[in-house]
């Protein structure tokens, strides 16, 4: 009896801990949050969206910036989601497991603990001088692919070490090739948490504004780019620059930018939330 | 998986579409022009650009602000068109940019003050000399210079609480030239902020609390904070501490925490005639744009001087051609 009390008590203390720790988490997010709405809804407005940058704080508005982030985790999403899903792809299901092998992979794991920054150091230097990209689009988001890549990797390969090994087996053994049953079998039924890999990828993306500084992200950029050769600035770099400029109406401008950079993660991880939707209705087993 | 790749071949042509398309574009003022450094100049070099599109809409002018140590490593590469920068330009940033057969002209296109200020409950102090901040400034007042009646005995037992930008910021290193007397050379233990907006909320809330920052981050929190005025101890240049504003900056009687802030311009762009144009666009509209972002102008004698300076180097560098 007195055996299970003790258990008891300790599975309530575990409990009650657990709840507190995510408590202070979710109050940090809620305070952060209805700070940040308080301040900035009153601002956001049409106007705020569609003006340009401006040195006087009632005028300025977020709309290059906004196109910047759109155009930025487009082309990111086009150059890392294809590279980072077939790399893990062959390192899950071809690569063979050897001395190599093993240490690709520690390196991958340490990659996506680098400081975004140094990613900016090697964009300015391949993507900017080596390729000549100068400050374009391309630059920025070719280095924010090479940051997310490590983890889209490493996610898409729990996501495919999480399908069990009979389903290979079973493809193999009613005759498909091995593409096939990767193409057809592995990829559909790890397509769920490969996504939410992404989704997680691209959001730490969107927020990044040191290395795209140093990559050549301009802050004044009074027009929308048209292609991915232009110049451009991102939504965290507009909101930087105006959190410390020394007029107040600046800091609320910031706040409405962060509720802005806020909606376009949320509809960006909307479109692949609901296409992981559609994938699980899809699969039929 | 189709689809991405029709996406990036897409792209590919997109690409080279654009970059062999980029050079044609000298006829009636469009253009681009790339500005970038100093973080302190960007809000100017923004005001100016801002009003330059309303007279010219087709030429693009795009303000980045990577600092002017990180901006100079551009323009020496002619990278860039025009440089702000916090600092006259180094040695070494000379001789890369002769390296790369980049020319120069640096001009002064208006001035940053530097404000001490205490918290306004503090009721004793009253002004400050440049030794005294040396003395709870300098490396040496480190774990040493912690109270008030240390630096005068009149004033009170109280410990002192201090607050300054970071060491990467360019009001640092002035503060510390100026003040110290070496670049860089300062105390540790103080609370250091690269956002000034922070230095000005401890400031605010802390009656023991002592810092400096941009005049620009004073003006705007003015009743939040208490200036103190500064006596440079240099009699030829009036007796006693002087206040910090437009007028003294200006005429350099607040000195020593006055700095100026420059453009530089690149020889290369000058065949360009939008950067031609933009670069007399800044110097005519410097004294009434300079303020507006919390900055002090020249007066209109000094743009007269720079004009003049920068018609020689346009002179000098579009006859070669």
């Known amino acids: 009896m007195k055996y299970n009390l003790t258990k008891k008590i300790y599975d309530r203390t575990f409990q009650v801990i657990g709840l507190i720790t995510i408590s202070i988490a979710l109050l940090m997010l809620v305070i952060f949050l209805v700070s940040i709405f308080k301040m900035g809804i009153p601002r956001l407005s049409w106007d705020f969206i569609t003006s340009l940058p401006s040195r006087f704080p009632e005028k300025a508005g977020i709309y290059t910036a906004m196109m910047g982030t759109i155009w930025l985790m487009v082309l990111t999403a086009i150059f890392a989601i294809p590279i980072g899903v077939m790399g893990a792809i062959y390192l899950e299901e071809y690569g063979k497991k050897n001395r190599f092998s093993h240490l690709l992979e520690k390196n991958i ?159 960006l991880n909307g479109f692949a939330i609901a296409y992981r939707y559609r994938l699980k209705k899809k699969q039929k087993w | 998986m189709k689809i991405i790749v029709k996406l990036s071949m897409l792209l590919m ?153 970071g060491t990467a910021s360019g009001t ?34 802390d009656e023991l609390a002592l810092g400096y920052f941009g005049l620009a981050y004073y003006e705007n929190n003015k009743d939040k904070l208490k200036v103190v005025p500064i006596d440079d101890e240099n009699p030829a240049n009036g007796e006693g501490a002087t206040y910090p504003d437009a007028k003294t900056v200006q005429n350099k009687t607040y000195a020593p925490l006055s700095r100026p802030l420059f453009i530089y311009i690149n020889s290369k762009s000058l065949v360009r005639p939008e950067v031609q144009a933009f670069v007399e666009f800044y110097l005519d509209n410097c004294i009434a744009l300079a303020p507006q972002v919390g900055y002090v102008s020249l007066d209109s004698t000094a743009y007269k001087i720079a004009k003049d300076q920068w018609n020689e180097f346009l002179q000098k560098h579009t006859q070669k051609q």
């Open chain 2, 13 to 165: 042509v997109v690409l080279l579409a654009t970059s062999c398309g980029n050079k044609s574009k000298q006829n009636t003022l469009k253009g681009q022009i790339l500005i970038d450094g100093s973080s302190t100049v960007f809000p100017l070099s923004e005001a100016v650009a801002e009003e330059f599109r309303h007279t010219y809409p087709q030429v693009k002018v795009s303000v980045g602000e990577s600092g002017t140590g990180g901006g100079f490593k551009k323009f020496s590469r002619a990278e860039t068109d025009i440089n702000d920068a916090s600092r006259a330009i180094r040695e070494e940033e000379i001789a890369a940019c002769k390296e790369n057969g980049v020319d120069f002209l640096e001009l002064e296109v208006a001035y940053d003050g530097m404000v001490v200020v205490v918290n306004p409950r503090n009721t004793w102090v009253k002004d400050l000399k440049v030794s005294e901040l040396k003395k709870i400034w300098a490396p040496e007042a480190q774990g040493k210079i912690m109270k008030w009646n240390q630096i005068r005995p009149e004033w009170p037992d109280k410990e002192i609480h201090l607050y300054g930008p």
């Open chain 1, 109 to 267: 794991a340490n990659l996506s603990g680098v400081p975004s920054v140094i990613y900016g150091i090697l964009g300015l230097e391949l993507f900017a001088r080596t390729l000549a990209l100068g400050n374009s689009l391309l630059t920025g988001s070719l280095t924010l692919s090479l940051l997310i890549l490590p983890v889209i990797i490493v996610s898409t390969r729990e996501a495919l070490k999480a399908i069990p090994n009979s389903l290979r087996e079973g493809s193999y053994a009613l005759g498909a090739t091995k593409w096939q049953t990767i193409y057809r079998l592995i990829l559909p039924a790890a397509a769920g948490n490969i996504l939410t890999g992404i989704i997680l990828a691209l959001s730490r993306a969107i927020g990044e504004a040191a290395p795209l500084i140093v990559a050549g992200a301009l802050v004044y950029v009074p027009f929308a780019p048209t292609n991915p050769m232009d110049e451009y600035s991102a939504l965290p770099i507009q909101i930087f620059n105006w959190i410390s400029r020394p007029q107040a109406a600046f800091a609320i401008n910031a706040a409405a930018g962060i509720i802005v950079l806020l909606v376009v993660t949320f509809l």
């Open chain 2, 172 to 205: 640092f290193d002035y503060f510390t030239e100026a003040i110290v007397g070496k670049a860089k050379s300062s105390r540790g233990d103080y609370t250091a902020s690269e956002d000034d907006n922070v230095l000005v909320q401890g400031v605010a809330s």
